[in-house]
């Protein structure tokens, strides 16, 4: 399963999934967009399931998971919906900050434990949160984008801790945590920045590592730094 499967990040990574054999179920709000890209991935050969999901809506995360029972067992999940909102500090208004917080810490929580509770049935479960290097202790921040670094710290921290009670049921969690990513996030966020990174070249480690015995590294914060 893969949230923010809309666009970006979310949405190369499903295509690589689903490139890699898996019937991915794809969730976002977007449903024109979520059906565009589960259109390509079939085009391609593969499995894919659109499902209309606010992640912030404890609701909607119950319908999604619902709906992937009925197709299978979640053997790996991806958290990769995320909002940024840019305001200088002082002007960061109760509802931006409760939107950044629901959407990326919320939102990834409510994802993770239905996850954990499917996968800990099956006793076998990997987890992928997606959280940024703005969440990453002493690596350059930007103005403008306390709410967004606040959730991207909580989303490595969530991910630690799924880690520790994750151990005895099978389940692993990892974050990874680029810089900059061509995406509409991004040129939208900071037009001028260029991206050392593309949505294909996150989704390809994000495969690699669900391919991988996760086990000695779960709980791990993978941070990317671009090589352009
Ligand atoms: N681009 C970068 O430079 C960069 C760097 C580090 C980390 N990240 C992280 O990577 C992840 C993906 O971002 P991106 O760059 O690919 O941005 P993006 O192109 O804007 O995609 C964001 C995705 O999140 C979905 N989304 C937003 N709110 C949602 C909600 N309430 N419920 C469900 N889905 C929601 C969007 O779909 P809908 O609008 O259809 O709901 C979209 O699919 C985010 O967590 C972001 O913080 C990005």
Known sequence: MVTGASRGIGAATAGAIAAAGA?????????????GVAGRIRDNGGEATPVTTDVSRLDDVEHLFGTVE????????????????????????PATWA????????????????AFIAMRRARDGRIVNIGSLSGV?????????????????GVIGLTE?????????????ICVSPGAVD???????????????????????????????LAAASGANIPLFSNA
């Open 23 to 35: 019937h991915v179920v794809l969730a976002a709000r977007d449903r024109e967009a979520l059906d």
């Open 70 to 93: 009925r197709i299978g067992s979640v053997a790996a999940l991806v958290c990769a919906a995320g909002v940024l909102r840019s305001a200088p500090f002082e002007q960061i208004t």
């Open 99 to 114: 939107e950044t917080l629901d959407v990326n810490l919320t939102g990834s929580f409510l994802c993770c434990r239905a």
């Open 137 to 153: 202790y002493a690596t350059e921040k930007f103005p403008g984008l306390t709410a967004y670094n606040v959730s991207k710290y």
């Open 161 to 173: 801790a799924i880690a520790v009670e994750g151990k005895a049921h099978g389940i692993t969690a």
């Open 183 to 213: 995406t509409q996030m991004l040129r939208q966020a900071n037009p001028a920045l260029r991206p050392g990174l593309t949505p294909g070249d996150v989704a390809e480690l994000i495969v690699a590592l669900l391919d991988s015995p």
